[in-house]
């Protein structure tokens, strides 16, 4: 079995921000988290502990990061035959599940203010949060160079953007509270940071189960990626197409080819070219290919992409 291109080989954008940086980011965002809740607690502010819990689950998104990195990192061995890469993924599944259960803990708490309205100390929530913005950009500055090719470092990032636009939230509520005593803007910025926070878990977590249970990338990909197979010179058909992702960026292929010529050498040619053109077209870089031969093929092994196949011959590339 041949493959192109190896997991050590493979370089990603979360490796561009170094553990020490992570580890800060981490720091930082705990103490603000611990300094948020006091003040919640301290003026009465719905809203800061609102967004002192939006600000935890970064800190505990940026921790799992780190951490499921540095397990990721470890080499292929006989219990992980493909690497430890996906632990970020298993990573990414808590923090969103956490994240869901912050934001519904969120909505019922400001359901019970708006039944029994509190007095909010506005100084607190506006000095707490103009420190907890200062902290939010200067993490999101950090986040941001490891975001760009990593869709976890990407989450980490747009959760401190989210956190510092919070953070202007609240410091608005407790200018309306100091000014016209306005206690339900404060219920008002609850909500909407509760409101942000569901529809993140929610928007992330279905592609991320997906990923965990081996399901291809993108199903529109499916069909290209098999029309690709069955068009690469030396093939006659292609059946028994299973696509999945190893981690998040290393993707891997397995398929029974029926090859145009039945010589060893030929097969041999047909798996080269198609695992080049795996690689370069669909960033494929784990491809396994069984020989099928007329003679040996089941015809009710191959329904399940006779419907593509003759979509796709007719399908103008």
Excluded at 102 to 123: C, H, K, M, S, T
Excluded at 193 to 221: C, K, N
Excluded at 255 to 266: D, G, K
Aim: glycine fraction near 6%; include cysteine; charged fraction near 20%.
């Amino acid at each position: 079995m041949a493959q192109s291109g190896g997991h050590a080989g493979h370089s990603h954008g979360e490796e561009n921000m170094s553990d020490g940086r992570l580890v800060l980011a981490v720091a930082l965002n705990v103490l603000l988290t611990v300094a948020q809740i006091i003040g919640g607690i301290l003026s009465g502010s719905l809203a800061l502990i609102a967004d002192a819990l939006h600000n935890f689950s970064d800190a505990a998104s940026l921790g799992l990061a780190l951490f499921a990195r540095r397990i990721g990192r470890r080499p292929a061995d006989k219990l992980m035959t493909f690497g430890y890469a996906r632990a970020e993924v298993v990573a990414a599944l808590i923090n969103l599940t956490t994240l869901l259960i912050i934001g519904f803990y969120l909505l019922v708490e400001a359901i019970n203010r708006f039944a029994d309205p509190q007095p909010v100390e506005g100084w607190t929530v506006i000095w707490v949060a103009g420190i907890a913005l200062v902290i939010d950009v200067v993490t999101a500055v950090m986040v941001y160079a490891s975001s760009k090719n990593s869709l976890n470092m990407k989450a980490a990032f747009l959760h401190n953007v989210s956190d510092a636009l919070a953070s202007v939230g609240v410091i608005v509520a407790g200018v309306l509270i100091l000014r016209y005593e306005l206690y339900i803007a404060d219920l008002i910025i609850t909500v909407v940071i509760a409101a942000y926070v569901i529809w993140q878990g929610v928007t992330l977590l279905p592609r991320t189960v997906r990923l965990l249970m081996g399901a291809v990338p993108d199903e529109s990909e499916f069909d290209r990626i098999v029309c690709d197979l069955r068009d690469t010179e030396g093939v006659a058909d292609v059946h028994h197409v299973h696509i999945w992702s190893i981690s998040e960026h290393y993707r891997a292929l397995e398929a029974h080819i029926v090859p145009a010529e039945s010589s060893l050498q030929a097969f041999e040619d047909v798996k080269a070219r198609a695992r080049g053109m795996l690689e370069t077209q669909h960033a494929i870089a784990h491809a396994t290919f069984e020989a099928c031969l007329a003679a040996d093929c089941d015809p009710d092994m191959i329904p399940d992409h006779q419907v593509e196949k003759n979509h796709h011959h007719d399908h103008d590339h």
